[in-house]
């Protein structure tokens, strides 16, 4: 739920979608891509989803398709089709394929191919020759790496208490969806999960090697050095710990890549045994594949993390907003927020992310900032608080990771629980029942509908023509303790406009052919009021039927 005085609606922008992947083979339930599509963002696909009960996506999507597109890709366990369109197609032919296609049998959703990017902030100015350049020391080394003295991350987390116990367990694997990792740095080789070829994959050219493609992709080899880097072994800094590391390489090069590529490699890594999945990426809002791909990860035992995002105090981004991802935001070297960082009520933990020192192409060290870097310190702490206590499950490691944080002093949305500790997630036995709730206070009795009250606006403008733009979507998510109803209203122009609102209760992206409610008289003014029960996420669509302008959309939820 998004609390009051935060920006509650996360913009699910309709993103056009830009077509390429290699043949992905030898992975589960993935089919061959079609030859010769580019790699990285793919802004002319369409996602099409089918239900658990159709064993070919292809063939029940196949019929639904216009003769001047064609299925580029296919994934069976994720259950979805990627349909791409020429590049010079008409965005209304997209957008009336995504709403015809849902009549199909067994077709459950459609929606754009949408691009996420890294969530670094960026990189300091050093001195190739002295790879500690700009660093401060900051004294106390625990262990034998010649550049942990300049490091602040491990020492914030209590990384030393914990390395008095494991410096991780290699059985223990954490997976960096990213950009490559370049696995044959000197303070990551060790380290990289040899059970694998490649030590990964790279879903971006598909391809069974997920080396960096230049210099400068070096946000994956910064990443994976943060959570597994090497420890206590003479080289360079010290990672927060020695499990083993995967490269699923899903960004290329630019820092950008596609829904599919990245539902992928999630899934991927859940087949291959990641107990931990780290995915420093975001920015592509809520769609259906990236949830069904996190949930598929969770339901397989892997914990997934995810930074909070880079937005100055902006709402949580997904991936890290689903329930079954851990969002972390970002600390200064002082335990303040980072003022780079996103927070919200999604918001579990938090970790240092303001300029942390790590690995970078070619066996080198940088700091960067960004809750790209905190995401994984906590992807680190985990592993190791799994090296200590191997019969955890992936939501009983996630309760006690809650239960050892440290509280800093600031919020919930800001931090969580609190800083995330390794000391204590390795040297506290777990306990069985721990508290769900940051705030220690008892839930209160539920009282009236409308004794708590939550409003959330946006603006928008829809307008016609070959560059126009149609419709606008939204989410959102429940901000009061006990929801009762809700009532969403559109201020549209003073015109002879005439736009319509539909609604969805369930977080899915609604259509003109596929809602749950619907406001639709003449004029550019529309409300619906809905009753709830606390386990609804608003979809919002906001279309224009005729005319143009400028309009208001506005929820009002009530709580007991």
Not at 43 to 58: F, L, T
Not at 150 to 157: E, G, K, L, S
Not at 205 to 221: F, I, L, V
Not at 257 to 262: C, Q
Request: proline share 5%; charged share 20%; glycine share 12%.
């Amino acid at each position: 739920m998004l609390g009051n005085n935060t920006r509650d609606f996360d913009r699910r922008s309709v993103l056009q979608a830009a077509g390429a992947l290699g043949a992905l083979f030898g992975l589960n339930g993935v089919v061959s891509a079609t030859p010769g599509r580019e790699p990285g963002p793919k802004k002319n696909e369409i996602v099409v989803g089918v239900g658990a009960s159709v064993s070919s996506p292809e063939q029940a999507v196949r019929p639904q398709i216009p003769t001047n597109a064609e299925i580029v890709h296919t994934n069976e366990t994720l259950g979805y089709a990627a349909v791409e369109f020429p590049e010079n197609a008409a965005r209304t032919a997209k957008e009336n394929f995504k709403q015809n296609v849902l009549q199909g049998e067994g077709i459950e959703y459609a929606e754009d191919n949408v691009t996420y990017e890294t969530l670094e902030m960026q990189a300091l100015e050093s001195d190739s020759e002295d790879d500690s350049a700009g660093t401060e020391d900051v004294g106390g080394s625990a262990v034998n790496d010649p550049l942990f003295d300049r490091q602040y991350a491990p020492q914030q987390v209590n990384c030393s208490e914990a390395w008095e116990e494991t410096l991780g367990d290699p059985d223990v694997t954490i997976s960096i969806v990213d950009q490559g990792v370049q696995y044959d740095h000197p303070n990551l080789a060790e380290n990289m999960d040899g059970t694998v070829s490649n030590y990964g994959y790279d879903f971006v050219s598909g391809d069974g090697d997920p080396y960096p493609a230049s210099a400068g992709e070096n946000h994956g080899t910064h990443v994976g050095g943060i959570a597994a880097g090497g420890a206590d072994n003479g080289e360079g800094h010290a990672g927060i710990s020695n499990c083993s590391m995967l490269s699923a390489r899903a960004l290329g090069d630019g820092g950008g890549g596609s829904l599919t590529d990245i539902a992928d490699a999630i899934q991927w890594s859940a087949d291959q045994g990641a107990d931990i999945i780290n995915m420093s990426l975001g920015g592509g809002g809520y769609t259906q594949l990236m949830a069904d791909a996190c949930a598929y990860a969770q339901n397989e035992g892997s914990l997934l993390v995810a930074a909070a995002g880079n937005d100055y105090g902006g709402s949580v981004s997904y991936p890290a907003a689903y329930e079954t991802v851990m969002a972390i935001s970002s600390l200064d070297e002082g335990e303040t927020l980072s003022s780079f960082s996103n927070v919200g009520p999604e918001t579990e933990l938090a970790a240092p992310g303001g300029d942390v020192l790590s690995t970078v192409n070619w066996d080198d060290y940088d700091s960067f900032s960004g809750t790209s870097m905190a995401s994984p310190v906590v992807a680190g702490v985990a592993g190791l608080a799994l090296s200590a206590w191997p019969s955890l499950s992936n939501d009983e490691l996630r309760s006690h990771l809650h239960e050892t944080a440290v509280d800093i002093g600031l919020s919930a949305e800001e931090q969580g629980y609190g800083r995330v500790d390794a000391g204590n997630a390795v040297t506290t036995e777990p306990g069985t029942e721990p508290d769900p709730d940051p705030d220690p206070d008892p839930d209160p009795e539920p009282g009236e509908c409308g004794d708590e009250s939550n409003t959330a606006s946006a603006d928008g403008e829809l307008s016609d023509g070959w560059w126009g733009n149609q419709s606008d979507s939204y989410s959102y998510e429940l901000a009061t303790e006990n929801p009762c109803s809700a009532t969403v209203t559109l201020d549209g122009p003073a015109t002879d406009a005439t736009f319509d609102l539909y609604l969805t209760l369930d977080g899915r992206q609604p259509t003109t052919s596929d809602y749950d409610e619907l406001s639709a008289d003449w004029g550019a003014d529309e409300e619906i009021e809905v009753d709830l029960d606390g386990d609804e996420e608003l979809g919002i669509l906001v279309d224009r039927y005729s005319g143009s302008g400028s309009y208001a959309i506005t929820v009002e939820e009530l709580g007991k």
